[in-house]
């Protein structure tokens, strides 16, 4: 077997699914979200996204699962289930967008200034 053909075999390509979870509990902590998505597959990672000012959850996280197939599973199943007492919105992240500071505002001003 060549070397580059071993290469390739120890350094399995994995094809991660970030998703989208929202309308969490705000009693929601990630142990429980990742124990969710655990009997859909192996979670790489849950996050419950907090307000950076007050700690306080915002009510949606992001679970990252290395097996696509398994996530796109989790999310067809999950997606409008009641958890915790309310219905979550499961869907793939979207990637991240680039966003404006206050006072980057460009042409349109602000009058606090």
Do not use: C, H
Request: hydrophobic content about 30%.
């Amino acid at each position: 077997m060549s070397a580059i053909r071993k290469l390739l075999q120890r350094s399995r390509v994995v094809s991660y699914i970030n998703i989208y979870v929202g309308n969490l509990s705000f009693n929601t902590n990630e142990d429980q979200l990742k124990e969710l998505f655990e009997s859909y597959g192996q979670v790489e990672s849950a996050t419950i996204i907090s307000d950076k000012f007050t700690g306080r959850p915002r009510g949606f996280g992001f679970v990252k699962m290395p097996e696509r197939e398994e996530g796109l599973k989790a999310i067809e199943s999950l997606d409008a289930t009641d958890f915790m007492g309310r219905n979550l919105k499961v869907n793939e992240a979207r990637p991240r967008t680039e966003r404006f500071d206050r006072e980057d505002r460009g042409s349109q001003g602000s009058r606090w200034r």
